[in-house]
Every structure is written in structure tokens, then in C-alpha cells.
């Protein structure tokens, strides 16, 4: 079982940085496929970026050119930068693992999620 734990949300103005970080105690992390995904309140989750085990990454189109993925196997950690935030990027951020080497663009193809952390980005 993998627990993913997110930390790093908070409260940013336009134009802004955050770094998102989630740990996940599992002597496999290498493995695993993993993404970041957003829910906004009364919208569904929707995917922001994906790495894979061999750190191949993709990232949504909205957020492309602004956010990093990545992931240290060393440390168990993957990290999303977050710069030039903009007001529509407010949302709760969920860490996302998948029991595979693929990452995916849907959230039901992943299999441990984390608690969420809250993204405030104001104008």
C-alpha cells in the first residue's frame, strides 16, 4: 500500500511561484507512474502533468511552459514548480500513483492518491 502525502499549497499572488512536493513510503517509488492532478470547486478533476519511471513527462496544455514535473527516486519525492500562477490555477493539487511504470491522463487509472493540498492563486 502507498500513502501519498502532498505539502506546499498555500496562498500566492498572480505571476507567483509554489513548489509542490509529495512523499510516498513505498521501497518501489522508482517504479511507478505518477502524475498531479486539480480539482476546482464544482469542476471536475482534471490532469496536470504526468512522469513515468524513465522521467518521460507530459504536461496539459494550460499549464505547459509554466509547470515542472518531476520526481527525485532517491528521495521518494515528486515535486511540481509552479511559476507564473495565474487566478485559474486555483485548486486543490492531488499527487497521484500508479502501480506501473506508465503514467496516464486519467484519474481512474491511477491507484493511490493523496489527501489533496490547496492552491489559492489571487489576482
Known amino acids: 500500500q502507498v500513502q501519498p502525502v502532498e505539502s506546499g499549497g498555500g496562498l500566492v499572488q498572480a505571476g507567483g511561484s509554489l513548489r509542490l512536493s509529495c512523499a510516498a513510503s513505498t521501497r518501489t517509488f522508482s517504479r511507478y507512474g505518477m502524475g498531479w492532478f486539480r480539482q476546482a470547486p464544482g469542476k471536475e478533476r482534471e490532469f496536470v502533468a504526468r512522469?513515468?519511471?524513465?522521467?518521460?513527462?507530459d504536461y496539459a496544455d494550460s499549464v505547459k511552459g509554466r509547470f515542472t514535473i518531476s520526481r527525485d527516486n532517491a528521495k521518494n519525492t515528486l515535486t511540481l514548480q509552479m511559476n507564473s500562477l495565474k487566478p485559474e490555477d486555483t485548486a486543490v493539487y492531488y499527487c497521484?500513483?500508479?502501480?506501473?511504470?506508465?503514467?496516464?491522463?486519467?484519474?481512474?487509472?491511477?491507484?493511490?492518491w493523496g489527501q489533496g493540498t490547496q492552491v489559492t492563486v489571487s489576482s
Open positions: 512522469i513515468d519511471c524513465f522521467s518521460s513527462t
Open positions: 497521484a500513483v500508479r502501480s506501473a511504470c506508465g503514467s496516464r491522463l486519467t484519474p481512474n487509472e491511477y491507484d493511490f
